[in-house]
């Protein structure tokens, strides 16, 4: 048997932005350009101030609304920009909690993913030594001081799987697990009022449930587990490179 994978499309939280920057704030520089031309072709010195004194209430409107349309991009952009650096931080911070244990030398890689705030959907990456090994980790990155709070899905997974590509880490969760008996729920953890799903927690204290998901290949299957059907990271990078203009 082989275990066929789609295609690794690499995660990021910032493309699209400068695109969607441009086209909202582009109607705002060109009205201004406009503005500032048409009072130096005029011979005006009063320039833009007094052309928007002068201007309808339908231009001030739209003027008013393009405004903030900008604002609200560059919004989104610096939002982004932080919690990919939160991101990043929490994923150091999780690493450094299985660096210091010896039993977890075999820890690969860990990210703690932006659509989750950095904080609720958080994956770990182990080269499994023994039987238990993968959801021991699992629990230790769902309950360590680092990863407690909101900590609603801790996902563990093998060594050829990229914690940071969220493409892999459900592509593992999709065909390496049986939810009857990879799925682990914690009940009363650690919640917070900050967290959108507080206004259904079934207690008055900030309790949630947690689901730990064991994403790797069974330990007990290893030798007959089908091997994954893909070609090798060399080869990928030298397509893409060859190709980047279409992939």
């Avoid at 101030?49 to 989104?76: C, D, E, K, P």
């Avoid at 904080?119 to 980790?137: C, D, E, L, P, T």
């Avoid at 309950?143 to 459900?170: F, H, K, T, W």
Wanted: proline share 4%; with cysteine; glycine share 8%.
């Amino acid at each position: 048997m082989i275990q066929f994978r789609t295609s690794r499309c690499p995660s990021g939280a910032l493309l699209c932005l400068g695109g969607r920057l441009r086209t909202l704030g582009s109607p705002l520089f060109a009205l201004l350009m406009q503005a500032t031309t048409g009072a130096a072709s005029e011979g005006s010195s009063t320039g833009i101030l007094n052309l928007i004194a002068r201007s309808t209430a339908i231009s001030l409107a739209v003027l008013f609304g393009l405004g903030l349309m900008s604002i609200w991009s560059w919004g989104i952009f610096l939002y982004k920009w932080w919690t990919f650096r939160r991101a990043a931080k929490q994923s150091a911070q999780f690493l450094e909690v299985f660096r210091r244990s010896n039993k977890f030398s075999e820890v690969q890689a860990v990210w703690a993913h932006e659509i989750g705030g950095a904080r609720m959907f958080n994956v770990v990456s182990i080269k499994q030594r023994y039987a238990g090994h993968a959801r021991q980790a699992g629990h230790i990155l769902n309950q360590c001081g680092v990863g407690a709070y909101m900590s609603r899905y801790s996902v563990v997974v093998d060594d050829d799987i990229d914690p940071s590509n969220l493409q892999e880490v459900m592509w593992a969760v999709a065909t390496r697990t049986d939810p009857a008996l990879d799925i682990d729920i914690i009940q009363r953890g650690m919640g917070s009022k900050n967290d959108p799903m507080y206004v259904a927690y079934p207690y008055a204290a900030p309790l949630s449930s947690k689901a730990i998901i064991d994403a790797c290949r069974p330990w007990d299957h290893l030798d007959e587990f089908p091997a994954v059907a893909e070609a090798s990271k060399e080869l990928q990078d030298r397509i893409r490179q060859k190709w980047k203009g279409i992939l």
